[in-house]
């Protein structure tokens, strides 16, 4: 009787066991009935839910949908969005759900039904170093730095081809131009890459900056592949430098394939007409906006080529959350840069934030927020003290401020400038510190893609730009150098001054380039541009291994005759920076110091290597700047 039970028992369990899946019992998806799944694949150990978008011509006829082949992974809800040619599929991954493929089956009414491959793997569980104040960010434009793959110049997909004479066109640039300079990026000194955006943007003209995305789970076939993109990545580690992915959440572009046929009405901001936003970031924390303005800010379109995405529909910000977890696992990323950061519904966006950051809690996040007004920039960082309660969840903010302090300020060269300008402006933008969170969290910078060169804001002075450079290299913050700066780059010659016009090809990119600035040999046929790489160079090759830099303390002080003085420093080490904008050689005030330094210190000129002495006998040159170091 004991054995007739037992065997009983096997019976029953055996009987109740689900069968294994025979994929062959079901047909392939017909050619065209599913046109897009996103995410396009996904891992076990993932804390974001998987929320599939599913596009396919009357597809939502198909919403009995199941998950085969793979223990521990089911449907747990399907909806049909406003168009009959969508579905939004939960899929649920339990802690012991197999990798491998498997497969999604679509059943209709009638009993119809086909089934459509997708991967499961196993998330890495690694984690990396973030961004932080110990790195030099480099933020390189790719159509515009190297041409590493001519070949993919035009692609028979994408509408734009590429045309070098075209200055707001497509160039050329790509991944593998890149790939081929990853040496001269860590030999400058940078730690890190910021490549503008390198998906998909199809528009039929000025595709070549990448912010009107097409498609956001596939690179631009000009500028490569998703493989190639992971290369990169893997190349880059192999040499010391993270990469930080440039995201936009804000809008896409009109020529993103979803804008033939949305999923939901309100999937994007709509208007019986072009209305673009505000831009006024103040609604998002002034008392007395209304909200007639705060939702123009919100809602309002970038330009008309980039529609304005509504996170709002929680469908739309789960869409979001889940590209930032795939890229970042995909292809291994040390970072994110969130573009128009404020023009985003603030809500939602904290809650992207605090979801990405879930899922990766070393990932360091920075946003550009475009204002010039202290507590509003203030405002946007993670864990501020604000006054309605609002917190971002977003780590790192970039400062503009600053960066239009240091110009304007260095612009502003002489001995009598007038009151508040010159070096005076940078004083009292550092003066405004206290109204940020974390210090260590702030992109510092003095012009990115969105700026002029430096050539032409300095007025072709090389003089200004190692001021520029010494300001980048030593006061707080994680600094970021836009790639041509450390050559000290003009626009191209003429009159056009449109951003592409600005956003000019990297010498030496190009085969056939007339002078090769990637090489010692190319930068020494121009001796400026020669001896503003190796200032750069010396001075952010000396400060990765500067701890003082990356984490001390500053201590300033206001000089009324166009200078500026501070040190960095902790309880072992200290710099002492001194930046002369005058037309005349100016004697260090080293007795106003005597709260930190001593009458007379040994020191190294960090720049020519000599040894100094910091007395009150010194004199830095008019237009220069002096660094020195010194230990305690």
């Not at 003082?548 to 920076?577: I, P």
């Amino acid at each position: 009787m004991k054995y007739l039970a037992l065997i009983s028992l096997w019976l029953v369990c055996a009987c109740t066991q689900p069968k294994a899946f025979d994929s062959a019992s079901v047909a392939d998806a017909p050619d065209g009935a599913i046109q897009h799944v996103e995410p396009p694949c996904w891992w076990t150990g993932m804390k974001t839910g998987l929320q599939l978008l599913v596009n396919g011509p009357e597809i939502s006829a198909y919403d009995n949908v199941s998950f085969e082949g793979l223990a521990g992974i089911k449907v747990a809800k399907v909806t049909k969005a406003d168009s009959p040619n969508y579905l939004f599929v939960d899929v649920t991954i339990g802690s012991g759900a197999e990798e491998g493929e498997g497969w999604l089956v679509f059943k209709n009414e009638a009993g119809d039904q086909f089934k459509y491959p997708y991967a499961i793997g196993k998330k890495a569980n690694v984690s990396r170093e973030s961004f932080t104040t110990a790195d030099m960010i480099y933020l390189i434009f790719p159509d515009r730095f190297a041409n590493g793959d001519p070949s993919n110049d035009d692609s028979a997909q994408m509408q734009e081809k590429a045309d070098r004479s075209v200055n707001l066109g497509r160039h050329g640039g790509d991944i593998k131009g890149i790939i081929d300079h990853l040496d001269y990026v860590a030999e400058l000194g940078a730690t890190a890459i910021w490549c503008t955006p390198l998906l998909v943007d199809d528009q039929s003209f000025e595709s070549y900056h990448g912010y009107a995305c097409g498609d956001y789970y596939k690179i631009d076939p000009r500028m490569g592949s998703n493989e190639l993109y992971r290369e990169f990545v893997d190349k880059a580690h192999e040499k010391g430098l993270k990469v930080i992915m440039d995201i936009v959440t804000n809008h896409c572009g009109t020529d993103h394939w979803w804008m033939k046929d949305l999923p939901f009405k309100d999937w994007i901001h709509v208007f019986p007409e072009f209305t673009g936003s505000n831009i006024a970031f103040s609604t998002n924390m002034d008392p007395n906006a209304s909200k007639y303005d705060l939702n123009l800010q919100e809602s309002g379109w970038f330009v008309p080529m980039m529609p304005d995405m509504n996170l709002d529909n929680p469908f739309t910000l789960k869409y979001f959350q889940q590209w930032a977890a795939w890229w970042i696992e995909y292809a291994g990323l040390d970072g994110l840069r969130v573009d128009t950061y404020p023009y985003n519904e603030k809500e939602p966006m904290s809650q992207w934030c605090a979801s990405v950051r879930a899922e990766y809690p070393w990932i360091n996040i920075v946003g550009e927020c475009w204002t010039m007004s202290y507590p509003q920039l203030a405002y946007w960082q993670a864990d501020a003290a604000t006054p309605d309660g609002f917190n971002s969840n977003l780590p790192s903010i970039m400062d503009f401020p600053l960066c239009e302090a240091m110009t304007a300020a260095i612009c502003e060269g002489g001995d009598n400038p007038g009151w508040g300008r010159g070096m005076t402006r940078v004083y009292d933008c550092l003066s405004h510190d206290f109204v940020y969170k974390d210090l260590s969290h702030m992109m510092t910078f003095f012009a990115n893609h969105d700026h002029g060169r430096m050539g032409d804001t300095f007025n072709h002075d090389p003089a200004k730009m190692k001021l520029a450079l010494t300001l980048l290299a030593t006061v707080r913050g994680i600094p970021q150098l836009y790639n041509g700066d450390e050559l000290f780059f003009s626009h191209v010659p003429g009159n056009d001054w449109s951003d592409g016009a600005k956003r000019i090809d990297f010498p030496g990119g190009w085969e056939g380039d007339p002078v090769n600035f990637f090489t010692p040999e190319g930068r020494a046929k121009d001796t400026v541009a020669e001896d503003i790489y190796n200032y750069t160079s010396t001075l952010f090759n000396w400060r990765k291994g500067k701890e003082v830099l990356h984490s001390g303390k500053t201590l300033h002080f206001l000089g009324r005759d166009n200078t500026y003085a501070f040190f960095r420093y902790d309880d072992n080490d200290s710099v002492f920076v001194f930046v002369n904008n005058s037309d005349s050689d100016k004697v260090v005030p080293w007795d106003h110091y005597a709260e930190l330094a001593p009458a007379s210190i040994q020191a190294r000129n960090v720049v020519t290597g000599a040894a100094i002495t910091l007395d009150a006998n010194l004199t830095v040159p008019a237009k220069s700047a002096l660094v020195a170091e010194y230990s305690k």
